[in-house]
Nanobody, 124 residues
């Protein structure tokens, strides 16, 4: 069983930055792609960013491109989401998820393990 634990959320003013972390249990972390998703109140869960198992390939939603950076440290079984120039519309619960394969995808159906989420609130 794989467990994913997010941390790093909080309250920040617009224009500020936060760095989310997601620590994974298990020995197979480096075999799978990872992704970040978010869900705002009353809205569906949406894709934010994804990274391949090696970290060589990344993929972003248009809404966060050039502001957010996904990275991973396979030695620490951790994936990160650096969020800069935050906007009030970035307010949501952020979830990390493990892909069901080595690649990366924006489709949540391609992810088989999910964390419990961490709240990010951006004030105007």
């Amino acid at each position: 069983q794989v467990q994913l634990v997010e941390s790093g959320g909080g309250l920040v003013q617009a224009g500020g930055s936060l760095r989310l972390s997601c620590a994974a249990s298990g020995r197979t972390f480096s075999s799978y792609g990872m992704g970040w998703f978010r869900q705002a109140p009353g809205k569906e869960r949406e894709f934010v960013a994804a990274i391949s198992r090696s970290g060589d390939n990344t993929y972003y939603a248009d809404s966060v491109k050039a502001r957010f950076t996904i990275s991973r440290d396979n030695a620490k079984n951790t994936v990160y989401l650096q969020m800069n120039s935050l906007k009030p519309e970035d307010t949501a619960v952020y979830y990390c998820a493990r892909s069901s394969n080595s690649g990366y995808s924006s489709n949540p159906k391609n992810y088989d393990y999910w964390g419990q989420g961490t709240q990010v609130t951006v004030s105007s």
